[in-house]
């Protein structure tokens, strides 16, 4: 038994300057007849670039082990190449498009709104989408899932053979129907959005325990039969509002964490404190406000008041 491998440019557009902005996919195929097929999308945001990693990862061990592959593997690497290539989570461009807010798109738009329709149009159909994100470097984030709140009761169950640490219902919001898992779900698609560990600078372990979640799911559907991980009794659910605290600050300057990304911690325990460096000054101590996992954490960065340092589970809601 083998596979078929095929590069195909699912949308191209030439822009201004004499470029093009290409989508490509990778397809693998086993020739077993078996039907599902799982795509695999990352770097619609250009700052993000641990997908990247993921999707040669997965790409490898399915070329080691191609007998171990049933049905359709399309990945998609580079959805914002533009954006990749300054490092800038947005379409670089004077308006400063976030793409992932441009679906479902149109074939006779703008230059976003082609490359997001025919992307969309290319995943119609999969038995799942994995949307694949990771955290700029001012942030830090554990490994997890996020549904949408009218989407999770479907999708839980779905998402639990992904291994993710959590999984982040996130309430109602407009901009939910022009992101890519949006407009997939709204089109009978199921898509999952993941949000990669970067709570290290471990890159490769971040890829690790991602890939380890998707050939967990590719076993549960079916489409590999190599060894996995077995997937996990049942994953954390944390809904929007409810369960989440936000920590923001009041004053601004520099901001210096003290690590916790991934630990438990206690109302009042320090976070981190923001500085001014010109006054040799304090100027904030930011502390819990209550119990739980820290699951976003700010990393070294300029800050203003209301700018967002963490993110925590609440102990009493896990
Ligand atoms: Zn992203």
Redesign the pocket.
């Known amino acids: 038994m083998a596979i078929l491998k095929e590069i195909t440019s699912i949308a191209s557009v030439s822009l201004a300057i004499g470029e093009n902005w290409t989508v490509r996919r990778c397809r693998y195929r086993s020739d077993d007849g078996a039907g599902g097929r799982l795509c695999i999308a990352t770097g619609?945001?250009g700052d993000?670039k641990t997908g990247q990693l993921i999707a040669y990862d997965v790409a490898r061990r399915v070329k080691n082990e191609p007998h171990h592959l049933h049905g359709t593997l399309d990945i998609y690497p580079m959805l914002n190449p533009l954006g990749l290539d300054l490092g800038k989570r947005t379409l670089p461009s004077s308006t400063q498009l976030d793409m992932?807010r441009s679906f479902p798109g149109s074939p006779e738009g703008t230059v976003m709104e082609i490359i997001c329709h025919h992307i969309l149009e290319d995943m119609k159909g999969a038995d799942l989408v994995l949307d694949i994100?990771a955290c700029p470097q001012i942030a830090a984030e554990i490994y997890g899932a996020r549904l949408h709140v009218h989407e999770a009761e479907a999708m839980i169950e779905e998402t639990r053979a992904l291994c993710p640490e959590v999984i982040w219902v996130l309430p109602d919001k407009p901009a939910y129907n022009a992101t890519l898992t949006g407009s997939l779900m709204r089109a009978g698609t199921k898509a999952i959005g993941l949000e990669a560990d970067s709570r290290t600078e471990g890159t490769q372990r971040a890829s690790d325990q991602v890939v380890s979640g998707i050939f967990c799911k590719m076993k549960e559907m079916g489409m590999w039969s190599g060894e996995t991980v077995a997937p996990p009794a049942s994953v954390p659910v944390m809904h929007g509002a409810r369960d989440v605290a936000r920590v923001t600050c009041t004053r601004p300057g520099m901001y210096v964490p003290v690590e916790c990304i991934g630990e438990q911690v206690e109302a009042g325990d320090v976070l981190g404190v923001i500085i001014d460096a010109l006054e040799g000054e304090t100027v904030e101590t930011v502390v819990a406000p209550a119990g739980g996992l820290v699951f976003t954490q700010r990393r070294y960065s300029c800050v203003y008041p209301g700018t967002l340092i963490a993110r925590l589970f609440r102990k009493e809601r896990a």
Request: aromatic share 0%; proline share 0%.
């Open positions: 619609i945001h993000e992932n994100h």
